[in-house]
């Protein structure tokens, strides 16, 4: 049989691929997933259905991730684990469901920078075709029909750290905003999450839901993409193993949403990347593409670790309200993040010892706007073997610059007297390492992390920017039948969670490719 579509990537954009186009009765689509399928939503484990332990389990020797190591930065050669989800839904069923959009000037700068229909503007309406906004239904920002449901955190449901940041912000003189996806937000306010009642939505439990029983659509799970299949410069199928067992499945169209680090990968299998590192890893070259694997963005983020005496409820969630804003004298509105966070066990340095009877609790601090890019290389041509993963953190001087004014930002507001009654005291960093650069910075470089926002690899662009991989349609560059949608599309990580922004492509690109055009709402 040869299909319609080959989605390769059950995440969080191939779930919403393969539910809009098979809402074409005549289009037949296959979803192919690396990892496991729970098609009863009461067999789901409970690490993927809850959503109170985000990124927690997924350190696991067990769980549901490709379980990837990284290089954060040159200056610390030692690797991190990078989760990313293997899974139906992908990371959106492991992730911490911040329903976070990126900020107008994200999407009008893709515009600005040759995508045509990408402007804030004209990417509005796939937001709220994604979404049934549960305290700001249907306005002119929010959605009211769509699969994700979103709600946030009221006054009453706040523990002690993330009522008195909420308090100490303001007193420090930033806004409280109500909504953090209205347009013009900016300051300290409550989450908006895509979790009810404890249950995370991931693209599995909504948009996957209702269409996998659908004649149409085809799900083979637990299935490994190694390469896809060209005639010339134009896709016409993929090579998969499964059980074991190699086979060739065909189509009229390919379309690669591992997300950030696989789709580049997946192209540099099949010959299409950097004509010289292909070479080097001794895989024929089909189309010659300098960006694949380049452009690696994310948010760099630093854990300052505290202790309490006061304990966190297993069922409650680490994440409840943050603060977005523009550091002094930045070009780049809302170009950080700061937040309180129950800390888990993966946010705790190896060679810190928790004090008896105290609570490891703090903050996660993210910069939103980073000027450094890492790269993505094959380590070997074998498709089972993790690709080389360089992320550059605080590469750039200005980067840097910001993140030590915001860390000594949060340590200030921790200090304020809004922020008694949580009973916190700070390990680290201590006064000393606050208090010389030189020690900082050397902190800073062997603490920063990922907030798990990976993207930018298969950057979009026109064919005049050399590292351009796909146009505005998310089509590849020089290859026939061959798309990305997912994360590594976006030509710089917006500034926010990517989860919603990840979808809200999903929907763009779907709606581009349906016959009959949907209507936004």
Known sequence: MIYDTIIVGAGSAGSV?????????????????????YKDKDKVPDQIKYGVRPWYESYDPLSHTWGYEAIATPRRPEPF?????????????????????????????????????????????????????LDFPGDDFHGSQGPIPVRRYGEQDLLPSPKAFLEACVAAGYPRTEDMNHPD??????????????????????????????????????????RVLLEGEKAVGVEVVSEGNVFKVFSNQIILCGGAINSPQLLMLS?????????????????????????????????????????????????????????????????????PIHIRTEHIPLDYQITEGSVPTGFSIALQKALSKGEIRLKTSDPTKQPVLHYRYLNHPYDLQR???????????AAMPEYKSAQMSRMSPSDEILENDECFDHWLFNNVLTQ??????CKMGPES??????????????????????????????????????????????DSLSDHRNHPI
């Open 81 to 133: 684990l990078l989760p990313r989800g293997k899974v139906t839904g992908g990371s959106s069923a492991i992730n911490g469901q911040v329903w976070f959009r990126g900020i107008p000037e994200d999407f009008d700068e893709w515009e600005e920078a040759g995508n045509s229909g990408w402007s804030y503007l004209k990417v509005l309406p796939y937001f709220r075709q994604s979404e049934t906004d």
């Open 185 to 226: 937000s900016t300051g300290v306010g409550f989450y908006p999450l895509n979790r009810i009642d404890g249950i995370r939505m991931s693209t599995a439990l909504t948009y996957l839901e209702t269409a996998r029983n659908r004649l149409n659509l085809t799900l083979r799970s637990d299935v490994l993409v190694n």
């Open 17 to 37: 691929l393969a539910s809009r186009l098979t809402e074409q009765r005549g289009k037949s689509v296959l979803l192919l997933e690396a990892g496991p399928d």
């Open 403 to 413: 993140m030590r004014g915001a860390v000594r930002l949060c340590a200030e507001i």
């Open 271 to 339: 010959g299409i990347g950097p004509a010289d590192h292909l070479s080097a890893m001794g895989i024929e070259i089909a189309v010659d593409l300098p960006g694949v694997g380049q452009n690696l963005r994310d948010h760099p983020a630093i854990f300052m670790h505290y202790e309490s005496k006061i304990p966190h409820p297993e069922l409650v969630p680490p994440l409840q309200v943050g603060m977005r804003y523009t550091t002094p004298g930045s070009e780049f509105r809302n170009d950080m993040q700061m937040r």
């Open 452 to 457: 798990h926002h990976s993207s930018g690899t």
């Open 465 to 510: 920017d050399y590292l351009a991989v796909v146009n505005e349609s998310c089509e590849v560059h020089g290859v026939e039948n061959l798309m990305v949608v997912d994360a590594s599309v976006m030509p710089d990580v917006v500034r926010s969670n990517t989860n919603a922004t990840t979808i809200m492509i999903a929907e763009k690109i779907a």
